[in-house]
């Protein structure tokens, strides 16, 4: 069975930075690629960047781009996501997720193409 498990998020200034994190177990992560996807409140759960199994290639939503930063090491099973620049717009609910397929070649934005998902860590950017 696979577990995402994000760390805490929090509360942070405008301006301000955070990095998030998600334990993977359960399969092979190194085979999968895996996302990260917010949800503010009332709003549909949105893309925010992915990077293919292998770490080798990354995706920005353009709202982040520049601004954040996708990682993993399939050493530790740990994915992350270096936040930066941080406004009040990306206040939401962080999702770290699993693309259901292994291997893939491209990098999916797809919300469907993910299968499992972490339990959400909520950010907060205050003005």
């Known amino acids: 069975q696979v577990q995402l498990v994000e760390s805490a998020g929090g509360l942070v200034q405008a301006g301000g930075s955070l990095r998030l994190s998600c334990a993977a177990s359960?399969?092979?992560?190194?085979?999968?690629?895996m996302g990260w996807f917010r949800q503010a409140p009332e709003k549909v759960r949105e893309f925010v960047a992915a990077i293919n199994w292998s770490g080798h290639k990354t995706a920005y939503a353009l709202s982040v781009k520049g601004r954040f930063t996708i990682s993993r090491d399939n050493v530790k099973n740990m994915l992350y996501l270096q936040m930066n620049s941080l406004n009040p717009e990306d206040t939401a609910v962080y999702y770290c997720?699993?693309?259901?397929?292994?291997?893939?070649?491209?990098?999916?934005?797809?919300?469907?193409?993910?299968?499992?998902w972490g339990q959400g860590t909520q950010v907060t950017v205050s003005s």
């Open positions: 997720a699993e693309d259901r397929r292994s291997l893939r070649l491209e990098i999916t934005t797809g919300v469907n193409d993910y299968e499992y």
């Open positions: 359960g399969r092979s992560f190194s085979n999968y690629g």
